[in-house]
């Protein structure tokens, strides 16, 4: 079973939105933090936003202020609000999850256990 798909990727042209969803095979509150991150070609994969079971967010430099991280609770979706997009956002998204303890957000793509398959955003100047 597939347990985190996204969908939402698209293209838009800068200063445009888009939003991401999450679907997870469980309830949102289970997982002790659920993330965020992007890589685009020839690039690492870099971390975007996080939340905790708590609600507790973190962000990116370059998104703070533009992005929004946010889950269903109860629920089994995980979003991610992209506002005042720019051609360097432009990249495979990817949620992933964290099923062990402790409780708080986590920056490091290895901290998580559990990753989707990714949405593509392109975002054209």
């Known amino acids: 079973q597939v347990e985190l798909v996204e969908s939402g990727g698209g293209s838009v042209q800068a200063g445009g939105s888009l939003k991401l969803a999450c679907a997870t095979s469980?309830?949102?509150?289970?997982?002790?933090?659920l993330g965020w991150f992007r890589q685009s070609p020839g690039k690492e994969r870099e971390f975007v936003a996080s939340?905790?079971?708590?609600?507790?967010?973190r962000y990116a430099e370059s998104v703070s202020g533009r992005f929004v991280i946010s889950k269903d609770h109860p629920g089994k979706t995980l979003y991610l609000q992209m506002d005042n997009l720019q051609p360097e956002d432009s990249a495979m998204y990817y949620c992933?999850?964290?099923?062990?303890?402790?409780?708080?957000?986590?920056?490091?793509?290895?901290?998580?256990?559990?990753w989707g398959q990714g949405t593509q955003v392109t975002i054209s100047g």
């Open positions: 992933a999850a964290r099923s062990r303890p402790p409780i708080r957000v986590y920056l490091n793509e290895y901290e998580y256990d559990t």
């Open positions: 469980k309830y949102t509150h289970i997982y002790y933090a």
């Open positions: 939340i905790d079971a708590t609600g507790v967010v």
